[in-house]
């Protein structure tokens, strides 16, 4: 099935530092937890942090649930919960579980950014 990625662009963020930015608003659903994730247009992101970057919609939903730490409902969410969603939007888009997997594993570790705050599992 496929995946609608954002249209984005290469961006400096105001630290100067190298990334990305939303070109146009973007929503996602999960299907997994039923809860909508959306951001608008300029949102800033820095990519696959500490991995090579992939064309895919996964690291801006992860990105924008760590740098909030809630659906926008306003539930807060735990990290697994995050690299989950990375993980279901990752094989939606055809990549392979190994793959999907791997990247789970180290954003589960790695990142979590404000959902660390909550839970951790």
């Known amino acids: 099935m496929m995946v ?7 961006a400096i963020n105001e630290k100067g530092e ?4 939303l070109l146009e608003d973007l929503t996602w659903f999960s299907e997994r937890y039923g809860k909508h994730v959306s951001e608008k247009k ?4 820095d990519g696959s942090t500490l991995s090579l970057d992939i064309r895919s919609l996964s690291w801006w939903i992860h990105d924008i649930l760590c740098d909030r730490g809630t659906w ?9 919960q995050c690299s989950m969603c ?3 939007i990752m094989i939606k888009e055809g990549y392979t579980k190994t793959r999907s997997s791997i990247r789970f ?10 959902c ?3 839970r951790f599992i």
């Open 42 to 45: 300029g949102y800033w992101s």
């Open 105 to 114: 594993f180290f954003t589960f570790i790695c990142g979590g950014g404000k």
């Open 4 to 10: 609608d990625i954002p249209r984005y662009c290469s």
């Open 18 to 21: 190298d990334g990305y930015m």
């Open 72 to 80: 926008d409902d306003g539930n807060k969410l735990t990290v697994w």
């Open 116 to 118: 660390r705050d909550y």
């Open 86 to 88: 990375l993980f279901d």
